[in-house]
């Protein structure tokens, strides 16, 4: 049982380049969502899904795309990377069912753009 | 959309002294909330939770947070810091239908000798 797995560690892209941030979990949980960690910022919500098909912006979603085909997977795509995405990226994914649940993390995907 | 509110971007202490780390909430519903703490370059480790039930909730490490209804609150405290306690801790409150969370901007907690 692995959890939330995120691909890959760390990343360094150029400016304009495109990428997807990968974050799969084998727990079979419904809500899966992507997180962006900035100094002095928290954790804001980029974009979530509540189930396959279905997905939703947060706080922050411009510059980014998600899809969601499987219950497994939940990618996040940068479509022309800016300095402005240098952050870490976390994925999470929590069960939806009961009243007493946790969400579970990944461990981060840290990207710098130049 | 909820709101998480830290009161003190930094917190310092003296190893064996009271730690309180305060949150305040803002929830349209009835709220879950969370305290993660995250070590230099690490992830996110959950230290404890409210969901339903006791609102004294007791979680790793000697930490403990209770939940206040009537002041929206959620604080964080340990009766004797340790070094090892040093690190940046977040309040979170379940957002979006209970699928995501709101997180505060986080507390760096210093411990000094």
């Known amino acids: 049982n692995a959890g939330v797995t995120q691909t890959p560690k760390f990343q360094v892209l150029k400016t304009g380049q495109s990428m997807t941030l990968q974050c799969a979990q084998d727990m079979n949980h419904e809500y899966m969502s992507w997180y962006r960690q900035d100094p002095g910022m928290g954790l804001r919500l980029i974009h979530y899904?509540?189930?396959?098909?279905?997905?939703d912006q947060g706080e922050v979603p411009n510059g980014y795309n998600v899809s969601r085909s499987t219950t497994e997977d939940f990618p996040l795509r940068l479509l022309s990377a800016a300095p402005s995405q240098t952050s870490v990226y976390f994925c999470?994914?929590?069960?939806?069912?009961?009243?007493?649940?946790?969400?579970?993390f990944g461990s981060g995907t840290r990207l710098t753009v130049v | 959309a909820q709101s998480v509110t830290q009161l003190g971007s930094h917190v310092s202490v003296s190893e064996g002294a009271l730690v309180l780390l305060r949150c305040n909430y803002s929830?349209?519903?009835?709220?879950?909330l969370f305290w993660y703490v995250q070590y230099p370059n690490q992830g996110l480790q959950l230290l404890l939770k409210y969901t339903t039930g006791a609102t004294l909730v007791k979680g790793i490490n000697g930490f403990e947070a209770e939940f206040k209804k009537s002041e929206t609150s959620f604080h964080l405290t340990k009766p004797s810091a340790h070094m090892s306690d040093a690190a940046e801790y977040f309040c979170?409150?379940?957002?979006?239908?209970?699928?995501?969370?709101?997180f505060g901007k986080g507390t760096m907690l210093l411990v000094s000798p």
């Open positions: 899904s509540v189930g396959a098909g279905i997905t």
């Open positions: 979170a409150v379940s957002d979006q239908g209970y699928s995501t969370l709101t």
């Open positions: 999470a994914s929590r069960d939806g069912t009961g009243v007493d649940y946790g969400y579970t």
């Open positions: 929830s349209s519903v009835p709220p879950y």
